[in-house]
Antibody, heavy 120, light 110 residues
Framework: QVHLVQSGAEVKKPGSSVKVSCKAS????????MSWVRQAPRQGLEWMGG????????NYARKFQGRITITADESTSTAYMELSSLISEDTAVYYC?????????????WGQGTLLTVSS | QSVLTQPPSASGTPGQRVTISCSGS????????VNWYQQLPGTAPKLLIY???RRPSGVPDRFSGSKSGTSASLAISGLQSEDEADYYC???????????FGGGTKLTVL
């Protein structure tokens, strides 16, 4: 099993950016498919995008394209998700998750979540 | 509006069997496998069922999944109070080129 530990809660102003980290331990980080899924208050799960570190080619949900950047640092086994031009509707818990295989939607391991609050 | 459709709520008494449905289309459930997640209050989702009907190690056999055409179902037998949680279905969507989730079903154990 892979253990995923995310960075702490953030409070940001509208129009700013946030960068959330997700450090993995156990297994081979390079071959993971690391995804980001968010959950707005009292809402469902929403996939934002993912990356395979060894290929360094992210795949983003259309909704977030132009506003999201997902990267991975193999040297520290850490994935990052940066979201820009924040609005109040971006207030949510952001999870990193390891996808079992490409195009599977099977997320075997999840981080603990990072609460982002966007407020002026 | 979620791509996959689930009932917002379900309920049952201890020991009962409940089912939760998940409806999609040919671009997701109709051509891909379905996974189910359980989210206990205040925690991250947990993989409950994968590949339509497989259980990860540690998941009780009270939980089972099935798929037919563009729909899938999660069944929970011998309902227990600790099963009270939100349940989400998920599948890859070829049109959107990414995974899609249902809106979630809140299960209440009466």
């Amino acid at each position: 099993q892979v253990h995923l530990v995310q960075s702490g809660a953030e409070v940001k102003k509208p129009g700013s950016s946030v960068k959330v980290s997700c450090k993995a331990s156990g297994g081979s980080f390079n071959s993971y498919i690391m995804s980001w899924v968010r959950q707005a208050p009292r809402q469902g799960l929403e996939w934002m995008g993912g990356i395979i570190p060894i290929f360094d080619s992210p795949n983003y949900a259309r909704k977030f394209q132009g506003r999201i950047t997902i990267t991975a640092d193999e040297s520290t086994s850490t994935a990052y998700m940066e979201l820009s031009s924040l609005i109040s509707e971006d207030t949510a818990v952001y999870y990193c998750a390891r996808e079992y295989s490409s195009s599977s939607s099977r997320f075997d391991d999840w981080g603990q979540g990072t609460l982002l609050t966007v407020s002026s | 509006q979620s791509v996959l459709t689930q009932p917002p709520s379900a309920s049952g008494t201890p020991g009962q069997r409940v089912t939760i449905s998940c409806s999609g289309s040919n671009s997701n459930i109709g051509s891909k496998t379905v996974n189910w997640y359980q989210q206990l209050p205040g925690t991250a989702p947990k993989l409950l069922i994968y590949s339509n009907n497989r259980r990860p190690s540690g998941v009780p056999d009270r939980f089972s999944g099935s798929k037919s055409g563009t729909s899938a179902s999660l069944a929970i037998s011998g309902l227990q109070s600790e099963d009270e949680a939100d349940y989400y279905c998920a599948a890859w969507d070829d049109s959107l080129n990414g995974p899609v989730f249902g809106g979630g079903t809140k299960l209440t154990v009466l």
